[in-house]
């Protein structure tokens, strides 16, 4: 008698176990969602074109990199200054936004390895008195909310007359450049000499101190597994040539 209570008793187990193994099967076999959090007003790394698809370097290498893992990819547009919120509030899975690896950062978010690095440059008009860092005494200089721009030009503030206007996204900055509201925008180099030459403007580089490259960030402390998966991914990209494929499609401006 026990030793049927025991046998029906396993024959249940098993019957339980084959019929989770099959849930999973199935369930692995739909594709599983990564949402990422970008502000696309960066171009070329996110920007918007006219049908108001979002489009880029960041968008690009994101696709690529959640097709190689077998993820489904989702963007969520917004302000730069809320992504680091939306990765703490589990609201985007992680982030490509030509987000600079700070230190600073670093203390709320993961990093991927680095996948380009820039610099820094003010934009002005093209007939602008402000042609040098030493020009900016005086000035009003317009930075985007969040940035290390930002950070940098309150910093510079402390040491000359400097009026620092902040504004949620970019294209923003440099309609008040050509309105003649601010002097010069503080913008990433690559960026900065994408508006050179489309809007006709001027520039020239801050030479005071290097920043980190830009990374992919992910909540801090919760998954490093997929970290290395995207690692993985981007270091594959370096040695196929993609990564370069991804630069000469969208970084470098003849
Ligand atoms: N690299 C700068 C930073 O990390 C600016 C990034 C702005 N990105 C954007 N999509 N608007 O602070």
């Not at 999973?24 to 996110?46: N, Q």
Request: hydrophobic share 35%; glycine share 10%.
């Amino acid at each position: 008698m026990k030793k049927n209570i025991f046998s029906i008793l396993i024959a249940v187990i098993i019957v339980g176990l084959l019929a989770a193994c099959g849930q999973s099967k199935s369930g692995g076999e739909e594709k599983k969602t990564l949402v990422m959090g970008t502000s696309a007003d960066f171009p070329p790394f996110e920007t918007r074109d006219n049908n108001g698809e979002i489009k880029g370097f960041d968008i690009d290498l994101a696709k690529y990199i959640t097709k190689e893992l077998g993820y489904e990819l989702e963007i969520k547009d917004m302000n730069f200054d809320g992504l680091i919120g939306a990765l703490q509030s589990g609201t985007v899975d992680f982030v490509a936004s030509g987000m600079s690896a700070t230190d600073k950062r670093k203390e709320s978010v993961d990093f991927s390895t680095e996948y380009h690095h820039s610099g820094e440059m003010f934009v002005t008009l093209k007939d602008s008195k402000v042609k040098s860092m030493e020009d900016l005494d005086g000035t009003k200089l317009g930075t985007q909310l969040g940035t290390i721009q930002e950070e940098g030009a309150k910093k510079l503030a402390k040491t000359i007359e400097l009026k620092v206007k902040t504004l949620n996204k970019v294209p923003e900055l440099v309609q008040e450049l050509k309105a003649g509201r601010i002097d010069a925008v503080y913008l990433d180099k690559t960026v900065a000499q994408g508006y050179i030459k489309e809007a006709d403007l001027a520039g020239f580089d801050d030479e005071s101190e290097g920043t980190p490259g830009m990374a992919i960030a992910f909540p801090k402390g919760k998954n490093s597994k997929l970290i290395e998966d995207f690692n993985k991914v981007i270091k594959e990209m370096q040695e196929n040539g993609e990564l370069e494929k991804l630069q000469k499609k969208w970084l470098e401006q003849e």
